[in-house]
């Protein structure tokens, strides 16, 4: 469900997508990094890849951060709806807060999937680039959840309080 919380009108920045008003370099930027992470060389030569104690239990605990991040990103879409939705972190003219369903456990759930997935993916092939590339999307994904908070702020009045009580990418921790 949706917060009935006023909305403030932002004024929509409309220029060509290209000088990135909106946050268009970001999306690129995002792109490019869950495609190295997913694509990406695995280890340079000479390495090997990373080893884990219990070698069987490792790609399980990978294959089920990878369905846990699935299952919290599309489900952050849904609960979005198509009024919201929007690849770029600035909001929709007509968007409204949403602060249930998987909002409840993190404000950002599509972006915390996105860095189960990554992790998961990264146990999965043990590759230490892969885990490097990871690392950078979580520090990625941080620097543009602070940008994207900051139009939300300007948007959503209530928006400060929801902050309050609820963590940002990390369900209780951060």
Same mark, same amino acid.
Do not use: C
């Given at each position: 469900?949706?917060?009935?919380?006023? *909305?403030?009108? @932002?004024? %929509?920045p409309? %220029?060509?997508?290209?000088k &990135?008003t909106? &946050?268009? /370099?970001? #999306?690129?930027?995002?792109?490019? @990094?869950m495609?190295l992470?997913?694509?990406?060389?695995?280890t340079?030569?000479g390495?090997?890849l @990373?080893?884990f104690p219990?070698?069987?239990? /490792?790609? #399980? %605990?990978?294959?089920?951060?990878?369905?846990?991040?699935?299952?919290?990103? !599309?489900?952050?879409g849904? /609960?979005?709806g198509?009024?919201?939705?929007?690849?770029? +972190?600035?909001?929709?003219?007509? %968007?409204?807060?949403?602060?249930? &369903? +998987? =909002?409840r456990?993190?404000r950002?759930?599509? =972006?915390a999937?996105?860095?189960?997935?990554?992790?998961?993916?990264? !146990?999965?092939v043990?590759?230490?680039?892969?885990?490097? =590339?990871t690392l #950078?999307?979580? #520090?990625?994904a941080d620097?543009?959840?602070?940008?994207?908070?900051? /139009?939300? *702020?300007?948007?959503?009045?209530g928006?400060?309080?929801?902050q309050a009580r609820?963590r940002?990418?990390? +369900?209780?921790? =951060?």
């Amino acid at each position: 469900m949706a917060s009935d919380t006023a *909305q403030t009108t @932002l004024p %929509a920045p409309r %220029a060509p997508w290209w000088k &990135g008003t909106r &946050g268009e /370099w970001y #999306v690129v930027a995002q792109v490019a @990094l869950m495609a190295l992470v997913l694509l990406g060389p695995r280890t340079w030569r000479g390495a090997g890849l @990373l080893s884990f104690p219990y070698p069987k239990a /490792w790609p #399980v %605990a990978g294959l089920v951060l990878i369905v846990t991040g699935a299952i919290l990103g !599309i489900s952050g879409g849904f /609960w979005l709806g198509q009024r919201n939705i929007t690849p770029l +972190p600035y909001p929709r003219d007509k %968007a409204r807060m949403v602060d249930s &369903g +998987p =909002y409840r456990l993190v404000r950002h759930p599509m =972006y915390a999937g996105g860095i189960l997935i990554a992790f998961g993916w990264t !146990i999965w092939v043990r590759g230490p680039l892969t885990l490097l =590339y990871t690392l #950078v999307l979580v #520090v990625f994904a941080d620097i543009k959840s602070r940008r994207e908070e900051r /139009w939300l *702020q300007a948007k959503f009045p209530g928006y400060a309080d929801y902050q309050a009580r609820v963590r940002k990418l990390i +369900p209780f921790v =951060y």
